[in-house]
Nanobody, 122 residues
Framework: VQLQASGGGLVQPGGSLRLSCVAS????????MGWYRQTPEIEREPVAF???????SYSNSVKGRFTISRDNAKNAVYLQMNNLKPEDTAIYYC?????????????????WGQGTQVTVSS
């Protein structure tokens, strides 16, 4: 499975960005999809996830500002980020989980996309 992320960039505080991640390959092994972010000071931390049915989960730091959505027909997950703050500056990584029942046969517990830089600065 390959994950292709896009949509990062430079935005002023209070602005918005939309990240996209499209999965290709053996996508039938994927369950939950979502986003992590990483800075030099903070290890990779989960930001938002959605299960196959579209039920979202958010970290407290982004709840109310970010919205995750999923299009199973396109094997895609999106992260709409509103009211961005300087502390949201990070490299954002797309992640797709493999259910434990499949992980042994697939060989990995999850897949990662390449990072996309989000910079919030005036």
């Amino acid at each position: 499975v390959q994950l292709q992320a896009s949509g990062g960039g430079l935005v002023q505080p209070g602005g918005s960005l939309r990240l996209s991640c499209v999965a290709s390959g053996s996508t039938s092994v994927i369950s939950d999809m979502g986003w992590y972010r990483q800075t030099p000071e903070i290890e990779r931390e989960p930001v938002a996830f959605t299960d196959v049915g579209g039920s979202p989960s958010y970290s407290n730091s982004v709840k109310g500002r970010f919205t995750i959505s999923r299009d199973n027909a396109k094997n895609a997950v999106y992260l709409q980020m509103n009211n961005l703050k300087p502390e949201d500056t990070a490299i954002y990584y797309c992640n797709a989980l493999v259910p434990p029942s499949l992980a042994l046969s697939v060989g990995v517990p999850d897949f990662w996309g390449q990072g996309t830089q989000v910079t919030v600065s005036s």
